[in-house]
């Protein structure tokens, strides 16, 4: 006897349908080859703008992040120079024309400076007004009486008035 499905007569009988290999000049080959090349090169195309867009704004976002961090840095170098142009100038204030022409005392008194040895690790020293070292720290350079109005920014100081930094000395 046949078993019903709801109620309807049914056959179990299967019925296999061989399909025929594609023919490349059938319609609807084609058209589903075409399509699927047009979607490949969509995708392609995506995903190298994509790529391309990424690398830009990536860039960008390193660039930014270079820029804070040097602007950083210079910031806190003008920072600690101007501390240290401020310091010199400050001490130049409490530097008497009396205390100039004492020599020995003005040794004395720029070793009272300690703080100063923190801010100059090369030392420091006092010319007069032919840019001769007349004071020095540390007293183991053996600066005193080296003449020194051959170097700019000695001379600039000397002759114009003006507190600037020199090279770095070795």
Known sequence: RRR???GHNCSMKATLKWV???????????????????????IWSLTLLGERALRRHLEQQI????????SLHASE???????????????????SPALMAQPAQ???FLTQQTHLSYLFNGGQVVTDTQGVAV??????????????????HVAAALQQGQSTFSHPHQ
Do not use: C, N
């Open 135 to 152: 004071a020095s720290l540390p007293q183991a350079a053996h600066r005193l009486g080296t003449r020194y109005l051959g170097l700019a």
């Open 77 to 95: 170098i003008q920072r600690a120079m101007a501390t240290r142009l401020h310091a010199l100038e400050e001490l130049a204030t409490r530097i």
């Open 4 to 6: 019903t499905h709801r």
């Open 63 to 70: 660039s930014d992040q270079q820029l804070a961090a040097v």
């Open 106 to 108: 003005l040794q004395a």
């Open 20 to 42: 025929k290999p594609l023919s490349w000049h059938a319609l609807q080959t084609r058209i589903t080859v075409w399509s699927l090349a047009i979607l490949l090169l969509f």
